[in-house]
């Protein structure tokens, strides 16, 4: 199986009404758009994948159209890809394969590595820079604490399960075996898992980020730090586009943004 994304331009998005009025209103709440493109790929069916995520694909290789379900939301765009995939595969679901997008959203996720090292009652802090280039330490960008170990039982421990292995009293019974998380970053037989972070959202700028973690009796590690990170937000799309004039003459036309429905 694989998937081609070169020699395919002009994808264009357009939402198709569910009624048009006498009056040329129309309304729109099935949010059903009509994904067009141009492709240099003859035998070959294309697939249309709306956020990263599979939304259908033609059932003809001169097929250049297809009818899609849009997610619909006013704080960010929909992003649209459209591949060439082998007959065989009309249907097979290569959202795994496409690679993560670009952050549309102004958020920054961070991926911390939790070893069975760090102890019970531990937690993370994570600070930023405000975009001016040194972190401040001084208070942090998460809301509270975030737990390290928020359910114990992911915690290995003394003499219940494998004898000597992490705190006393918790064992390993349910914590990540050998090669099922981070693999090289845990003790011999049972590996790192990892802690999910997202921030809250960011303007446009540069930021660096560090995390560090603090011990139930209040001590602090050193902190580690990431490198810039550019933060892009999407654009917020238009609530209303109106017509507003239209010169016949100079073949001139005026429209009207409005963020407000």
């Known amino acids: 199986m694989h998937l081609l994304r070169d020699g395919i331009t002009s994808v264009r998005a357009l939402s198709v009404p569910d009624g048009i009025a006498a009056d040329g209103a129309s309304t729109a709440f099935s949010h059903v758009a009509l994904v067009s493109w141009r492709s240099c790929h003859t035998e070959m069916i294309h697939q249309v994948y709306l956020n990263g995520q599979f939304a259908g694909a033609t ?14 939301s006013f704080l960010s765009a929909v992003r649209v890809e459209v591949i060439a995939v082998e007959p065989r595969d009309a249907y097979a679901d290569f959202s795994g394969e496409l690679g993560q997008p670009p952050s549309d959203s102004g958020r ?29 330490y001084a208070s942090a960008l998460n809301g509270s604490p975030i737990p390290v170990w928020p ?14 292995i992490g705190d006393f009293g918790h064992d390993s019974a349910a914590s990540l075996g050998f090669g099922r998380g981070v693999f090289g970053h845990g003790q011999f037989g049972l590996d790192a898992d990892a802690i999910k972070w997202v921030s809250p959202p960011l303007p446009l700028g540069t930021y660096r980020f560090g995390v560090k973690i603090t011990d139930s009796s209040g001590n602090e590690s050193l902190a580690s ?37």
């Open 151 to 164: 359910c114990l039982q992911d915690k290995a421990g003394f003499g219940t399960a494998q004898f000597g």
């Open 59 to 72: 059932v003809d290789p001169d097929q250049r159209q297809l009818v899609v379900h849009a997610p619909a």
């Open 108 to 136: 920054v996720r961070l991926v911390l590595l939790r070893s069975q090292e760090l102890p019970i009652g531990a937690t993370a802090n994570v600070y930023f820079d405000h975009g001016t280039g040194q972190i401040d």
């Open 225 to 261: 730090e990431s490198e810039a990170i550019a933060v892009i937000p999407a654009a917020r799309p238009a609530a209303s586009l109106d017509i507003v004039t239209f010169d016949e003459q100079t073949n001139q036309l005026v429209l009207s943004v409005s963020d407000e429905i």
